[in-house]
């Protein structure tokens, strides 16, 4: 899909973009933009906007409500186009290759650079969004917050984190923010879910892991999403990635959120693993010994 959005971007001219510029400012005021409302927006004249409203439409980049007034939406492509087309005036990437992943919120692609890299699209907000937007069109909007804003605050937080973190933390290498994307370097490892580890490795992957915890804690951020999902294990070490929800130590569920990751990954090996992974260990303790980075390897917290 996004892929086409990137020859979709080689194929929009200049005015094309006030235009999606012009309606993503009216959405922070609106779900739909009254189209009355866009040559001021956009700076463009009725006719031009009348003009570029349908190219863009062709292009599934923005939508459409005719009922109570004429009113435009960007659609996710238009947002993509945005941001990449930003990210392109800027030589941050030179063009968007294969889809490296899908997650719940997020579309992940190669890029093209000076090397090999990987782009982020955050979607949170996106499909509530449009449910809430189908069931709600026409109530006041004065309480209206934009998918864009909650898309955008996300991929910002992940952005922080990463910048913070690396290189202290095994984390991808942030390269370039804009919108509800990020650039960051592409990770060369598996997912630890669908890694196949050799028994004999699978408590020293685990400690690698804790480890990082530790040293994140240290630098101030829990992750607070864990999961054999969010770590890509490779010859070089392992690597923990998808950041968006990470909170500060000061945070008051801190502490909280720092024992669900480390239950969550104890629970993950034990499964996984059962038979290398010590059964006795105390999460509490695991988790105290995180925070205090004083954790050395989990063998230590076995009874
Ligand atoms: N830097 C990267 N290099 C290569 N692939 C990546 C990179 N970042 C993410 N991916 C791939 O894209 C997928 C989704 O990324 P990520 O986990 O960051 O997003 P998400 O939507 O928040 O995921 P989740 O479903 O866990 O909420 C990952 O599982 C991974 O396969
Ligand atoms: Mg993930």
Same mark, same amino acid.
């Given at each position: ?15 094309? !973009? /006030? ?9 922070? !005021? ?23 409203? $349908? ?14 007034? =004429?009113? /435009? ?12 087309? @930003?990210?392109?005036?800027? &030589? ?14 997020? &579309? ?9 890299? @990987? ?18 069109? /026409? ?24 910048? =913070? ?19 960051? &370097? +592409?990770? $060369? ?14 408590? #020293? ?12 804690? #240290?630098? #101030? ?41 480390? +239950? ?8 996984? /693993? ?9 999460? #509490? ?10 954790? $050395? ?7």
């Amino acid at each position: 899909m996004v892929q086409n959005v990137a020859s979709v971007v080689a194929d929009l001219e200049p005015e094309d !973009f /006030y235009l999606l510029s012009g309606i993503e400012q009216g959405m922070r !005021f609106s779900r739909w933009v009254n189209r009355e409302k866009i040559p001021e927006y956009s700076g463009l004249t009725p006719e031009e906007v009348a003009y570029r409203l $349908d190219r863009c439409m062709q292009r599934d980049l923005v939508t459409r409500k005719t009922i109570q007034y =004429e009113g /435009y939406q960007l659609e996710f492509e238009g947002y993509d186009a945005l941001a990449l087309r @930003a990210f392109s005036e800027r &030589d941050t990437i030179e063009a968007v290759g294969a889809p490296l992943g899908v997650g719940k919120e997020s &579309d992940v692609y190669e890029v093209q650079s000076y090397k090999p890299l @990987a782009l982020k699209f955050h979607r949170e907000g996106y499909t509530n969004f449009r449910k809430v937007s189908r069931g709600r069109d /026409y109530t006041a909007d004065h309480r209206h917050v934009s998918w864009l804003y909650t898309a955008r605050k996300a991929a910002e937080r992940e952005y922080e984190a990463l910048s =913070e973190l690396f290189p202290v933390v095994s984390v991808p290498r942030p390269v370039d923010h804009n919108r509800h994307a990020i650039v960051m &370097d +592409k990770l $060369d490892g598996v997912e630890l879910a669908r890694a196949k580890l050799d028994p004999s490795q699978a408590v #020293g992957v685990l400690d690698l892991i804790l480890r990082e915890i530790a040293t994140a804690y #240290g630098a #101030g951020f829990v992750h607070a999403d864990m999961s054999e999902y969010n770590v890509s294990v490779s010859e070089g070490g392992v690597t923990i990635f998808d950041w968006p929800q990470a909170v500060s130590t000061e945070h008051d569920n801190a502490r909280e959120l720092l024992e669900r990751d480390v +239950k969550n990954l104890l629970g993950y090996f034990r499964r996984k /693993y059962p038979t290398d992974t010590p059964e006795s260990i105390d999460v #509490g303790d695991v988790t105290t010994a995180v925070a205090e980075s004083s954790f $050395d390897t989990v063998r230590a917290h076995a009874k």
